[in-house]
């Protein structure tokens, strides 16, 4: 993307150092510019973009393993959160709403898991639709059954399958 904007300001923004690191050589190796901040999701966004009239575009991978009810800890760059790894996605989108600019787009790929009760559900589509200030503009499942093997085992003991998907959202006029 920095390569695609030259133009642009672009900030990497991730709580694992190692991720920032890495993310420097693929900048290097790539020849461009890029202000990697270690960061808990948004924080240390600089309140100069923000009085600019905001982010645009904000791209997130975000972790998505669900907490374990075990006792195990994951690595803070797996853990997802509570909602079969939701947690963090749905921050991600609603605190993003609150720095996009006027005409901004967030785009999000992440993993849900797909409840054995309602395998028609889809509980991260169910929840963004619901999210004020924001539009969904597209949603693709990208990949309907990863990791088949976490299927029916400790945090996913009530998960038919976990699908990976992708959705851009853009900032709703009036927000």
């Known amino acids: 993307m ?69 006792g195990k800890d994951l690595p803070v760059y797996a853990d997802g959160g509570a909602n079969f790894g939701l947690d963090i996605s749905m921050r991600i989108v609603e605190e993003g709403r609150d720095i996009l600019s006027r005409n901004g787009m967030l785009m999000i790929y992440t993993g849900v898991a797909v409840p054995v009760t309602n395998p028609g559900l889809d509980p991260f589509l169910e929840r963004i639709r619901k999210v004020e200030g924001v539009e969904l503009v597209e949603y693709t499942v990208l990949h309907p059954d ?3 093997e976490e299927i029916g085992m400790g945090a996913y003991a009530e998960v038919g399958r976990i699908q990976a998907v992708g959705a851009v959202l853009k900032r709703r006029d009036g927000a």
């Open 146 to 148: 990863m990791w088949p």
């Open 2 to 70: 920095a390569r695609t904007f030259p133009q642009a300001r672009n900030t990497g923004l991730d709580l694992n150092p190692q991720a920032l690191k890495y993310g420097a050589v693929n900048a290097r190796l790539a020849g461009t510019t890029v202000e990697f901040l270690e960061s808990n999701l948004y924080a240390s966004v600089p309140s100069s973009l923000h009085e600019s009239g905001g982010v645009d575009p904000i791209v997130s991978n975000p972790p998505y393993i669900a907490s374990c009810e075990d």
